[in-house]
């Protein structure tokens, strides 16, 4: 697998299962009827370093990491990852994690925060296994299309 930079022309290989995965409704708080331009700011827009992961020239992955907060405190970062659910289960959302997590610190970062993470998301125990610790969960706040009001988690490591 190839992680790398992202250029501009890889949002076309990235907004299929961009849209796939906000349309389910299950792990983003993003309008699941985000227009293509819309979307492309949110993942790529100014301020995001974005990174994709490629088998065999394939797009499968993509992630974003920015500043979570600015100023004296630009020094903690947030990111965002997405696996094409058409390649979930191949290790792909752990190299991609494993890689950003290095270039954030590589960048000078000192910490990563994701601000809401889905209490049901499988990603969990990823990141869990990666050293990010739960620091609160925000009772009932997202409407899960299948469990119903579920809890968003706020995560947190040290880099």
């Known amino acids: 697998m190839l992680i790398r930079d992202a250029n501009d022309s890889d949002w076309a290989r990235i907004w299929p299962f961009w849209r796939q995965i906000v349309e389910a409704g299950e792990t983003y708080g993003w309008d699941p009827q985000t ?8 993942w790529m827009g100014p301020g ?26 630009a020094s903690i970062a947030n990111a965002g ?16 994690a494993e890689y ?14 994701f601000n809401a993470v889905v209490e049901t998301n499988p990603a969990v125990r990823l990141w ?14 997202f409407d899960h299309p299948r469990h119903g009001r579920v809890g968003l988690h706020i995560m947190y490591r040290s880099l």
């Open 81 to 96: 990852f997405m696996v094409d659910p058409a390649h979930a289960g191949r290790g792909i959302g752990r190299a991609l």
């Open 128 to 141: 869990t296994s990666l050293g990010f610790t739960i620091l609160g969960t925000v009772p009932d706040a």
């Open 35 to 42: 227009p293509e331009p819309q979307a492309r700011t949110l």
């Open 48 to 73: 995001r370093r974005v990174y994709v992961a490629e088998l065999d020239g394939v797009v499968v992955g993509s992630a974003y990491v920015k500043p979570n907060y600015g100023g004296p405190a």
């Open 100 to 113: 950003v997590l290095e270039r954030a610190k590589a960048d000078g970062y000192r910490a990563m925060v």
